[in-house]
């Protein structure tokens, strides 16, 4: 059974770091890329990074840009995101999602319905 399961949420002042895992589970994990999305209150499901199967390809959402970097190990089936200077607007529950690319290991789908397994998320606030 596929499984995702978030962690390294919590609560960090403005300009603050935290790093996200996503540990995956009974799946051939270098077959999927893995995005990485948020929902604040009251707004839709947004995508803020992606990562291809092979860790090759990755994309980011503009407003974090130079302030979080994905990454991957495929070894121990797991993604990060690393999140820096974290500001307010960060604030949301952060979801790690799996697309099934078999041997595109090199593409990485930034279109949120690609993705078709969902972790539980875990809340990210950024407040002092």
């Known amino acids: 059974q596929l499984q995702l399961v978030e962690s390294g949420g919590g609560l960090v002042q403005p300009g603050g770091s935290l790093r996200l895992s996503c540990l995956a589970s009974?799946?051939?994990?270098?077959?999927?890329?893995i995005g990485w999305f948020r929902q604040a209150p009251g707004k839709e499901r947004e995508g803020v990074s992606y990562?291809?199967?092979?860790?090759?390809?990755?994309h980011y959402v503009d407003s974090v840009k130079g302030r979080f970097s994905i990454s991957r190990d495929n070894a121990k089936n797991t993604v990060f995101l690393q999140m820096d200077s974290l500001k307010p607007e960060d604030t949301a529950v952060y979801y790690c999602?799996?697309?099934?690319?078999?041997?595109?290991?090199?593409?990485?789908?930034?279109?949120?319905?690609?993705?078709?397994?969902w972790g539980q998320g875990t809340q990210v606030t950024v407040s002092s």
């Open positions: 009974g799946f051939t994990f270098k077959y999927y890329a």
């Open positions: 999602a799996a697309d099934y690319t078999y041997t595109r290991t090199y593409y990485a789908a930034i279109n949120i319905n690609d993705y078709d397994y």
């Open positions: 990562i291809s199967g092979n860790g090759g390809t990755t």
